[in-house]
């Protein structure tokens, strides 16, 4: 689908949170740090729903709630202590962290608040123990100027990292990793000013490369996560909560703006089929006698577990629960999201995708018998506990009344796809009310005027400096710049011969393509890239090898290079033996010298480098067979 963006009325804010990287926790002293190991500590608490001053409660807090959901928070003694497991106050705001908000505020020339006041906002799944997270406003109105834009900055905040989530169990029981609760996150709001899809990526890059201007800021997946708010004219504003990896996010955008122009166009099809709301009935039919020979699996194995089968039948919505939103995913993707979240069921089965999945033409003859069903109407059903049917179903009957509407407000989480999924309903406003428990941190003018005395380096000014003393062109210069990789850069080109061009296409395109090719580039520290380009610069290994050697360490956390460069046999060939090996190849080619003499050297050149190729340096192969073509020839 070919979208005019200018034309369109999109409208995008962010929220770039961002990872600290400061030596304790936000108001502990606990090191803010993810451990691997099996945890020390478990603790098992019930979810409540908790309420704002207001006495607002959230439904989907509520709802599960009721269903006894219970959360497993596992710790270690090292990440954790009684703050996080919320049996201790919190301790001052830790300055340190401040300070760093600080600076990212007077970069982007947002003005600091006289006092920081800790405020809590009411969280309800379950990743604080506290039931809310804590966070403060540093600094208010900024400015960022990306290109020709200029882009509003609301605030700049503080706010506590939530607990990571492990998984579910079964029985309602989901787990919870409190070692990143509590580590400092910075945050900064645009205005919604962004209008496409590109833009948006371009403006997160700006954000980012402040954020690591700094010099302050963790790195590696899942340090940074983006928020997402993104509204068209007759759409909804959607709220797509945690995107990780950046690159996504312009695609995310875009299948956005997709799903709901498809929705808008759905909802208009179905006003004009004169399809109604109040028509959808909450009437539930139980059809498990349908399918008590089915060869459908699922439907198999929920009947041996004595659960049973639920329908309900959507009028006049034949043919829309196939119509895709978004690349494969389809209205009827929409409800069985709904359904997995508020009925705890795997999936749905609806008529527009069958018959498949072992389910028969003649069984869904008989299912539509058993619900009433006419011509052009759905039937969506279950297989599961009565109670998770039904509550699923209801989802399903919800989703269809808003499809008729249009585009529902929610919050989405993305897929690794770029796609996004229902994850919550919108929450209320007035959800932030006072921390009693940490009093007010004053900024002073005098605080504010050291600090901007002490400002990083602002990327535009870097990118002049890197291209003047380098040498790179503008193109490989702004990458390293984008990259996480420009401090890194430097140390490399100070402690290495190697040429600045190699150690920048390194960092930028090589990674970008080991990425690619699915090498967990982010388990190689940068204390080991740094290695590999020592010995790059010693000789000890070729330029030809660095991406062999970082995928294996890739593959093998806690290993040096050494072992690298021996596991896989990239040791450097001295001389004499890289001499052996030429003159083996030009005896055994005979031939072709002969025909050929100082000519056959390109095709000499490629079988020995084929032979040594990471175990000797291109050049000094080079230099040999030409020797050796003199002397033959
Ligand atoms: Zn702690």
Redesign the pocket.
């Known amino acids: 689908m070919e979208i005019d963006y200018d034309k369109l009325g999109l409208k995008v804010g962010l929220e770039i949170h961002q990872q600290l990287d400061t030596s304790?926790?936000l108001?502990?002293?606990?090191k803010p740090e993810l451990f691997k190991e099996e945890p020390e500590i478990t603790f098992l608490r019930k979810l409540r729903p908790t309420q704002s001053e207001l006495g607002q409660i959230d439904p989907a807090a509520y709802f599960e709630f009721q269903k006894g959901v219970k959360i497993l928070y596992e710790a270690n003694k090292a990440?954790?202590?009684?703050?996080?497991?919320d049996e201790e106050p919190p301790?001052p705001l830790n300055m340190e962290a401040v300070e760093i908000a600080l600076t990212v505020a007077l970069m982007i020339k947002a003005k600091p608040v006289d006092e920081i006041h800790v405020m809590r906002k009411t969280v309800i799944d379950g990743s604080n123990t506290t039931g809310f997270q804590r966070t403060c406003v540093v600094a208010l109105n900024g400015v960022m100027k990306v290109g020709e834009k200029t882009v509003p900055i609301q605030h700049v905040s503080l706010e506590e990292d939530a607990a990571r989530k492990m998984g579910e169990e079964e029985d309602n029981i989901i787990r919870y990793r409190i070692d990143r609760?509590?580590i400092p996150l910075v945050e900064i709001a645009t205005a919604p000013v962004i209008n496409s899809p590109k833009e948006a990526g371009e403006i997160a890059l700006a954000i980012g490369t402040i954020l690591r201007a700094t010099g302050k800021v963790k790195r590696g997946l899942g340090t940074i996560r983006q928020d997402i708010n993104i509204s068209i004219p007759n759409g909804a504003l959607i709220e797509i909560k945690g995107l990780q990896e950046l690159e996504l996010l312009p695609l995310v955008v875009e299948y956005e703006v997709q799903r709901q122009l498809n929705l808008i166009k759905i909802s208009e099809e179905l006003k004009k089929g004169g399809v109604k709301g109040d028509e959808i009935n909450e009437e539930f039919f139980d059809v498990t006698d349908v399918f008590k020979q089915t060869k459908c699996k699922v439907i198999r194995k929920a009947l041996d577990k004595n659960q049973q089968v639920l329908a309900v039948r959507l009028p006049k919505f034949k043919g829309f629960l196939k119509r895709e939103l978004m690349p494969n995913f389809r209205l009827g993707t929409e409800m069985a999201d709904r359904a997995r979240f508020w009925g705890k069921v795997g999936g749905i089965f609806h008529t527009d995708e069958l018959p498949a999945y072992g389910i028969t033409a003649e069984e869904i003859e008989e299912l539509r018998k058993a619900t009433e069903a006419k011509e052009q109407d759905a039937i969506v059903f279950v297989a599961n506990t009565p109670e998770n049917s039904k509550d699923a179903l209801e989802a399903v009957i919800e989703r269809a009344r808003e499809a008729i509407k249009g585009v529902p407000e929610e919050t989405r989480a993305p897929n690794p796809d770029g796609t996004t999924r229902y994850m919550r309903p919108r929450p209320g406003a007035a959800r932030m009310y006072p921390e009693t428990d940490i009093p007010p941190t004053q900024i002073t003018e005098d605080y504010t005027k050291r600090a901007s005395l002490l400002l990083p380096e602002l990327p535009e000014q870097k990118l002049e400096r890197l291209t003047k003393d380098y040498g790179l062109n503008q193109k490989l210069t702004k990458q390293i710049l984008d990259s996480e990789y420009s401090e890194l850069f430097e140390t490399i080109i100070k402690e290495s011969e190697v040429s600045p061009i190699t150690v920048a296409a390194f960092l930028t395109e090589t990674l970008r393509a080991l990425k690619r090719d699915g090498i967990q580039v982010d388990n190689v520290s940068e204390k080991q890239i740094r290695e590999i380009f020592k010995h790059v610069s010693t000789g000890e290994l070729t330029k030809e090898a660095i991406s062999e050697v970082v995928g294996w360490l890739s593959k093998h956390e806690g290993k040096n290079i050494q072992e690298a460069i021996s596991n896989l046999g990239l040791k450097i060939l001295s001389e004499e033996d890289l001499m052996k090996i030429v003159d083996d190849i030009v005896g055994n080619n005979k031939k072709i010298v002969e025909e050929r003499g100082m000519e056959a050297f390109g095709s000499l050149m490629s079988l020995v480098m084929k032979e040594v190729r990471g175990r000797a340096n291109p050049a000094l192969v080079s230099e040999l067979i030409r020797k050796k073509l003199k002397q033959v020839s």
Request: hydrophobic share 40%; charged share 20%.
């Open positions: 304790a926790k108001f502990c002293k606990c990440t954790s202590c009684l703050v996080e497991m301790h609760l509590g």
